[in-house]
């Protein structure tokens, strides 16, 4: 099932989202339907929050960028929590399905220690570098309620103002099926 992707202004994008109960949950169905939602869209990263739902938990998959060195990378996180981030820091050019059409550098350390459960509930300590921590860096943020945006500078901000306010009333040209917060 293709879910509606939640736009920028949307509360449940700023909120702490909560810890998944093991019995209260079918995380492999959401799975399913979060990796369908975002192929849809043509994404390499979603998190739940983003489809409405305020719980810990994300998907990545990125096939798409067609890395040599990542390869066929598609992966569940679920309750994750980061031990730590370190390496040199680097800065990339980030989107958000969220945020469509706007894309700016985002400075984050190159590497990533990430505890978590798969979809089967199996536990796991992963390390993970580059583009890989990227995107758990980005997925990871969301469910703590923080988008790419709040990184930037106070006057990069300023500048992108009025393009996030007309992205929240749906004033934007996207090709998925999104929910805007302030649409009339
Ligand atoms: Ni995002």
Known sequence: MVYPIIAYGNPVLKKKAQIIEK???????????MFETMHNASGIGLAAPQIGKS???FVADATPLE???????????????????FGDEWAFEEGCLSIPT????????????IHYFDENWNEHTEEFNGMQARIIQHEYDHIEGILFTDHLTAFKKRLLKSKLTNISKGIVKVDYRMSFPAKK
């Open 23 to 33: 019995d209260g949950t079918d995380v492999k169905q959401l799975a399913e339907d």
């Open 55 to 57: 719980i810990r938990m």
């Open 67 to 85: 890395d040599e060195e990542i390869g066929e990378w598609k992966q569940v996180f679920i309750n994750p929590e980061i031990v730590e981030e």
């Open 102 to 113: 706007i894309r700016e550098d985002v400075i984050r350390p190159e590497k990533v220690k």
